[in-house]
């Protein structure tokens, strides 16, 4: 064989060696996880909304519906099967799982999915009335209204929700104050509402309000406090806590809502 | 005068730093080494032996020409000395010169040994000729990794350098011993190029015909080079034929190119002229195979030379567009255009040389949805960057030493746009700075140290800061025995290049000065290393080095599958080193290079994130490749040349997912009927995983025939041989694995005139 020769058996003898060196890739960290999972149960509302997506290998969610079962599990063993909608968002479809199963304050529930990816369930534990007060100082002439909540409980949140005609429909408008929350020492919240600021802010030139209202919704354990930056809480699978979701990761919470109405005097803005 | 030495020196020193002249120690012999027709010669020796009465007296002086041809021997007595010039491939020039007063100028120029055929040179050293950070590359050492084009590029050789890391075959981003792309400064006849590495890795803006020499620095570079903390690239483009036209085309699947030269007044003034466009993207559509990726570039000099001064003019403009991923809509490009003028003299009332430059350079770039890319607005970033420059440096012999100094005047304005609704940043700047700098070489028997220092103005702060620095070599057996040598410095850089970490593989670097907070760049190098002429054709090179880059501003970590750029300061420490081997035996040539380094960025002010509570305040970036081998082959077989080239890159680092998700998060309640969610990527820490190693194998043969007067060369290999699934990269917003260039043959034709 010339030296020519020798050169290409030996590249050629090499290259089918390093061609069968090839080693499976796998570019993500195993997981047990399967879904995800946003949203919460509300002892005051008539439908439940869960969202549910799948933990997927890739991103972005399928316009197909999600071939999983969700089930609300009451803790004396009722249980409610819920019903799958896709809505589309501009983040991708959206897999909406409700149910107008009851839900009461007070109570433990227990959300179960069950996915080809395997099973995931969490616990939702709805505050007990009997715990918490929850005091609003709001009138025509008291400016800013003022949401006062007591008792070992977390507020969820507090919403400004209006009902406006927007280009001759009748829409509801929800404003969400919670970053407003202000917490004293011996554990009371305090939110502070300016009229003015949420009609601006919830409106768009030609709307029309026809009411405003105060939804103040009370938690046993809400994850995510003042502070929290958003780059924060989605670094977290679980949302700032460990363990919320056996078999997938996001949060369901437990909460409820009480109504009252907002007023004030015009102008009422924050200083 | 007094003759007490050391008033002599602070006197010429001080003379020479106030008025550019300083008394004269003996005499001196000066001037440039051109090939016939072809212009500077870098790397040719210049020896002088003085005579008397046909006889030697005293010791041999010499010296080696730099990249613009540049010689020059110093102190040296009245009289009759002979003069030698060589080069390998070229025939010896000598002359006997007599000194009496002032500086001597000899500016010999070398025909090719054969009078007639092709000129082949071969500089000193080579590839694992390798001083204190310093690989002088010259055009015979191009054509010695095999290229996938009949005409080289210089990115291909810089690729094959131990410490140089590249993500992938696209992209163009070279990562030098744990610096990123926008710490190096590249230099092209004293101008800057911003992003001359185009994006098929191939490329750059230096077709390998056009390049005279190449200094590249990969750190403990000396105080001439100020503005960048990494590495540097100093290119010399090749002067025109100031004897005959001369053209050349070439065709093949990756580019098509033209090239032309020729004298403007036969003897002393040339031009040369190059375009390329690349045509993968329309072959490979062709075949069915989508390569989204497309350059261009142009470059013309014109240049004018005497025996004591060489000038020229120079404009490139270069063109990257496209998609790294062919599935994606995520476009960029980019655009160079550097305009440039240099003079290097050796004036007759001055005993030294003088390298005056004066450019203007500015990139162009952008990255947006493919759909929208061609109108501006379709542009999700973009950055301009201009930089008017002016740069002088004086080096002269002031007889047992030489002196080097200068100065450097510049004007930045930048331009940048990016970020998502709740991080965009749209801002400028317009920075006045300058440098200037003097430094020595001073030799001590076998030991030569150079210290330096550059005083560079900070054009943020308004203030000044010392940059002191110094290189060393030892040749304890003289200079064709083993090298010793050293070098180490500090470096300030306060133009920023920003770029998201995440996304390891993208090409676009927004071009700023220092964010809000942060103050310049500062890097620490040192580094050491020998290279050892084992026996005769076979050198061995070895170096070590550590590095540290402080005020080093990332990109804050977010789940978010969005660009971020709100960065946070860390340090980047780097430590490693090379073995590079190059042996030359009759017609085979072989080339192995070892590369191992490791580099951490930590951050200083907080963690880069927290998880589960606990902060995580370092990681390994995704050009933190620890292994690297490199093995080239050579064969001239007469009619024939082969060539064969092996990679291997143990696996980069890479943020290795959970999974992803679209969360309603619970600020207040999560209102999933109304919220559209964040789409979002669940990990555990920044690159917390690596990729599979890398390796591919390129082989080539090419050959030439003769076309009448013409010459065809022709060139036929593959790219990736055995056809290996390299990871590219992995995308980590969308979860997708991008593969680099599969199995590539080719044939390529160069057809030249005479």
Redesign the interface.
Known sequence: MTRLGLVVSGVALAACALAGCEVPFDPRVPSDDGVSLSGYLDATADTQWVRVELFGAVAGTSARPLPVAVTLVDEGGAEAVLDQRVRPTVAGPAHLFWTTADVEPGRTYRLDVEAEVGPATTAVVTPDTTDYSVTVDAGPQTCPAVVTVRGDVDLADVQVVFEVVRRGEVETVRLSRARYVEVDADGTDHVSLYLTDDVQEATRPGDVVLSARLRVSVATDWPVGSGVTLEDVLVEPELGAVDRIAGGVGFVGGVVSEWFAHGGPVPCVRP | MTSHPGRRFLWAALATLVVGAAPVWGQSVRGFVTASGRGPLAGANVALQRVEAGAAVGALRGAVADAQGFYEVGALEPGRYAARATYVGYAAALDTLVLTDGPATWSPELAAADGLGEVVVQADGGAADVQAGLQKIRPADLGRIPSPDVAGDLAVYLQSLPGVVTVGDRGGGLFVRGGTPAQNLVLVDGAPVFQPFHAIGFFSAFPEDLVGAADFYAGGYGQRYTGRVSSVLDVTLREGSTEKLQAAGTVGPFVVSAQGEGPIERGTSSWIASARTSVVEPLAEAVGVDVPLRFMDGLVKVSTASDASRCSAHALGTYDRGRLDSESEDAFEWRNLVVGGRCVSAPRGLDGRIDMAASVSHLDSGIGPATAFLRSDGRERASRLTEGRFSADLTRSLGWARLQFGARGSLVITRYRFGDD?TSREDGDFLLGGAAHVGLEVPLGPLTVSPGVALVMKPYSESFGLEPRVRASLLPAGPRGPELSAAAGLYRQSLVGLTDERDAASPFIAWTGPPAGFDEQTALHALAGATVPLARGLRVGVEGYARRIDGLPIP??????QFTVLPVEARSTSVGADARVEWQRGPAYTYVSYAYGVTEYQAVDGPF????GQPYDRYNPAHDRRHQLQMA?Q?D?GRVE?G?R?QYGSGLP?T?????????????????????????????RPF??R???Y?R?D?SAGTDVRLGEARLDLRAGAIN?????N?FY?DV?????VNQLPLVPYVSARLRTP
């Open positions: 709740a804050i970590w977010s789940a978010r599958t994130l927290v998880r589960g082959l064969l077989l082969a064969a092996w890479y290795r997912p959970y999974g992803f998700d679209v969360v309603v998060p619970p600020f207040g309640l999560p209102e999933v009927t109304t919220a559209p969610g964040y789409p979002r990527v669940v990990f555990e917390n995983g990729l599979p190693s390796h194998l082989l041989t055995y056809n290996r699934d990871v992995y917003f969308r979860g997708r694995r």
